[in-house]
């Protein structure tokens, strides 16, 4: 079966820490790689997509090593309002086989940013 | 900014009974999709639907789903006959592409379906 892993969670951190994410991913095939973030009881907002050049958007730095299937985010300086569920999301072929790709969620690690 | 919308936000049915949620995917876009996410588990593709067929389905979209675009804006989700494990925020997305291509999605805000 194809899947997503996440680190369980969930990160208590202060206002200010840095806080890593990890992923790992079992489908080689996987094109595309993405990092999620869901507010709870909210739908997932696409938070930045993942490059095997690595990129940065501001705080976020996301990383994806192909060879390892392993996916990070890395949050520097987090503040209260980065508290949410970080969800690891890959594309790769869809489970029939017939050339159409899906989205694969991981489960989420719970991030609470404390005062 | 263009959004997905669905309604109802909420809907509580009994076991047994049909449900159909319903979704207006971004108006450009061509892909529509259903997810579901059950109460602390992991969202969960269903179904893809382009060109008016459905491209892609999971093993979860079993003959009880069906999807349905009646009209130029609407995408429908109806679940025949509602079981308790139906229970579940059902979320509907669309993209401009296919997902194939790395295309984001964007999600509406979700139906959550309580079976009684």
């Known amino acids: 079966r194809k899947e997503v892993e996440q680190d369980p969670g969930p990160f208590n951190v202060p206002e200010g820490a840095t806080v890593a994410f990890n992923c790992t991913y079992s489908?080689?095939?996987?094109?595309?790689f993405f990092w999620y973030r869901q507010d709870c009881r909210k739908e997932p907002k696409l938070l930045m997509s993942?490059?095997?050049s690595g990129n940065e958007d501001g705080r976020f730095t996301a990383q994806l090593n192909r060879a390892s299937q392993y996916i990070s985010l890395l949050i520097r300086d987090s503040k209260l309002s980065d508290s949410a569920t970080y969800l690891c999301?890959?594309?790769?072929?869809?489970?029939?086989?017939?050339?159409?790709?899906?989205?694969?969620f991981g489960k989420g690690t719970k991030l609470s940013v404390i005062p | 900014e263009p959004e997905v919308t669905q309604t109802p936000s909420h809907q509580v049915t009994q076991m047994g009974q049909e449900v159909i949620l319903r979704c207006v995917p971004i108006?450009?876009?061509?892909?529509f999709y259903w997810y579901r996410q059950i109460l602390g588990q992991k969202v969960e593709f269903l179904v893809s639907?382009?060109?008016?067929?459905?491209?892609?389905k999971s093993e979860i979209f079993d003959d009880q789903f069906s999807v349905e675009r009646p009209d130029g804006s609407n995408f429908t989700l109806k679940i025949r006959s509602t079981k308790l494990e139906d229970s579940a925020m059902y979320f509907c997305?669309?993209?401009?592409?296919?997902?194939?291509?790395?295309?984001?999605?964007?999600f509406g805000e979700g139906s959550w379906l309580t079976v009684v």
């Open positions: 999301v890959v594309n790769g072929p869809a489970y029939s086989g017939a050339g159409s790709y899906q989205l694969t």
């Open positions: 997305a669309s993209s401009e592409q296919g997902t194939y291509s790395g295309n984001t999605i964007y």
């Open positions: 993942v490059y095997s």
């Open positions: 108006s450009n876009h061509l892909y």
């Open positions: 489908n080689s095939a996987s094109q595309s």
């Open positions: 639907f382009y060109n008016n067929e459905i491209s892609e």
